[in-house]
């Protein structure tokens, strides 16, 4: 079994500008915890902060950190960020989606 390949249960919970999330891997026994605050920065901008930890079954537990500012423009949203993890380097990222309508 390779490990890439696996199925997890889930469970979040939010309040406000708070929420939690709850992955776990019953198979492998992977467990993935993470926090977020949201910010609303006023003229459709927001900040999100992440923070998260791993514990694995094989291999480092680590943990893992985020912040990302984006700005709607009607159904159009633009943004970027930067992704941590204890393990490596910091990575910046950009992008756009967009909400159709249903």
């Known amino acids: 079994e390779s490990g890439s390949s696996f199925w997890e249960v889930y469970a979040g919970v939010g309040y406000g500008p708070i929420s939690g999330k709850f992955w776990h891997d019953p198979v492998n026994d992977n467990t993935y915890y993470q926090g977020q605050l949201n910010f609303d920065m006023g003229s459709a901008i927001q900040l999100y902060l992440t923070a998260g930890h791993y514990s694995l079954d094989v291999g480092p537990d680590?943990?893992?950190?985020?912040?990302?500012?984006?700005?709607?423009?009607?159904?159009l949203t633009v943004g970027g960020g930067v992704s941590d993890t204890s393990l490596d380097s910091a990575i910046a990222y950009l992008y756009l989606s967009y909400r159709f309508p249903l």
Do not use: N
Not at 62 to 75: H, Q, S
């Open 62 to 75: 680590y943990e893992d950190y985020g912040v990302r500012l984006d700005k709607a423009f009607g159904a």
